[in-house]
């Protein structure tokens, strides 16, 4: 329960929704809010198909994406027999899907400065109230303290039109994050799944020159039910080469991420650097953060790339 603090004003807040779009960098530029239409990065994403079967030596599984809760059925496992060669110079690589906000990213301050901005005379939150909300979408979290759906709909628009002018000088790198790519991209394909739109997060990530490691990014834009559902991670795992789900990792710091990854049937991973509290028991593992997180799956990975090697 959240001990909100409200103004009882009959004054409204004089807010108007800024259309206008702002230069955000040299060679980046934010569309109209708040429609957000896609943008020319470096990265397409694929249409999909309803369904997609993955056959591995583990066994078959059809990740089945529709207008239902997207879900895996695991089919009976197929005797691939000699289809199989013993060392055949190739392996699957290891998929390694990271959260943003708290995983990679110290977004804090301009996730509070704009969420009590979009509040207006209404709401003042503090900055714990607003940390223990991420995570969430951002109506959601609106919601949460109090606004009617709504009405929670137009303060995400003021949200984002405040958060627009602010997000890249009020957004830092947690530490050895370039050092975490830089390992992770040796022995895994890289994607983020997030709650925060696709359309600012590849800003950011070009902004700090990472975006480059990564094959796929899924923003809130891109799905119909967002974390804790599994569609976010299945819809990138769509556009990621065939990798058995032992080999699949989401890394993030909030309950909603290690959910997703539960529900998706995949590895979750904790990282303490962010704005969940207490969740060893809920991961797979858990690490103070994303390089002894990426480490620690390295090592894993080597380790089968080793049998993989000696196999008769």
């Given at each position: ?163 627009r002018k602010i997000y890249l000088q009020e ?95 995949i590895n979750g991973v904790w990282v303490r ?40």
């Amino acid at each position: 329960m959240f001990s909100w603090k409200k103004f009882h004003n009959t004054k409204q807040a004089d807010e108007s929704v800024d259309s206008r779009s702002e230069e955000m960098s040299a060679h980046i530029e934010l569309k109209e809010e708040p429609k957000y239409p896609s943008t020319q990065d470096t990265i397409e994403l694929k249409e999909l198909p309803e369904s997609k079967s993955i056959e591995c030596a583990q066994g078959v599984f059809e990740l089945k994406l529709d207008s239902s809760e997207p879900h895996i059925v695991r089919k009976p496992a197929l005797n691939l027999g000699n289809e199989i060669k013993a060392d055949s110079g190739e392996h699957e690589k290891y998929v390694l899907l990271f959260d943003l906000d708290g995983t990679l990213l110290d977004s804090i301050d301009g996730i509070y400065h704009s969420f009590t901005h979009a509040c207006g005379v209404e709401f003042s939150p503090t900055l714990d109230e607003v940390r223990s909300l991420i995570g969430l979408p951002l109506a959601e979290m609106f919601v949460k303290i109090g606004f009617d759906s709504k009405e929670a709909q137009n303060r995400a628009i003021l949200y984002k039109n405040h958060y627009r002018k602010i997000y890249l000088q009020e957004t830092k790198l947690l530490p050895n994050v370039i050092e975490s790519l830089i390992m992770a991209s040796g022995f895994a394909h890289l994607g983020v799944v997030t709650t925060k739109t696709a359309l600012y997060s590849k800003h950011i990530l070009q902004h700090f020159d990472i975006l480059r490691f990564f094959k796929v990014v899924i923003g809130s834009e891109d799905v119909q039910h967002p974390k804790p559902s599994a569609e976010p991670i299945l819809k990138a795992l769509y556009s990621l080469p065939i990798t058995p789900k032992e080999q699949v990792f989401m890394i993030g710091d909030t309950i909603y991420d290690l959910e997703a990854a539960q529900n998706a049937q995949i590895n979750g991973v904790w990282v303490r650097s962010g704005y969940g509290v207490g969740l060893e028991s809920r991961a797979t593992a858990s690490y103070d953060g994303v390089y002894e997180a990426v480490s620690a799956i390295r090592v894993q990975a080597k380790q089968y790339e080793e049998g993989w090697h000696t196999t008769e």
